[in-house]
């Protein structure tokens, strides 16, 4: 998983005293990194990026489906769409514009996937990453709850049945 593969950003960690107080700028090269994943032998493992990710702004002026387009032909193995902050739910459109631009590719939901919202969002997408949700009391820094994994794959098995 990539924070950053296609996109210029800079940072707005709100969460990190330390990069609000210094953002950065990411820049990424997709071609050295795909290159750095053959030299290392590692081209059997999947290269899931985000697009247009969350904690970062934009330092360039594209479209979503730009950015799509850009993370399939730079060999991303699949992409992924995300809200603005941690535990935010992107919106419908965004996920649709993703899709489109994606065709058959695999595109999935890095932010905001609960278990209040999985009967909406799973038809739309292949894949979620899931964490805030399954915290106990639903806070970011705090354990995953067992229950809440149970409940949620109670609910996936049963819309993907």
Known sequence: ????????????????????????????NPREIIEYRRKIDAEDVA????????????????????????????????????GKRTGHVPTFSAIVIAKKAARNFPVGLGSGFSRKNARDFLPLIDFAIVG??????????????????????????????
């Open 47 to 82: 290269l899931l990026t985000f697009i247009q990710p969350k904690h970062y702004k934009m330092l360039e002026r594209k479209s979503l489906e730009t950015s799509a387009k850009q993370a399939i032909e730079n060999k991303s193995d699949a992409i992924i769409v995300t």
């Open 132 to 161: 805030t949700d399954l915290k106990y009391e639903g806070k970011t820094d705090n354990p995953v709850d067992p229950e809440r994994v149970k409940e949620l794959v109670k609910i996936v098995q049963a819309l993907r049945l």
């Open 1 to 28: 998983q990539l924070d950053v593969f296609v996109d210029h950003v800079k940072t707005e960690f709100d969460f990190s005293p330390s990069t609000k107080e210094h953002p950065f700028e990411v820049k990424p």
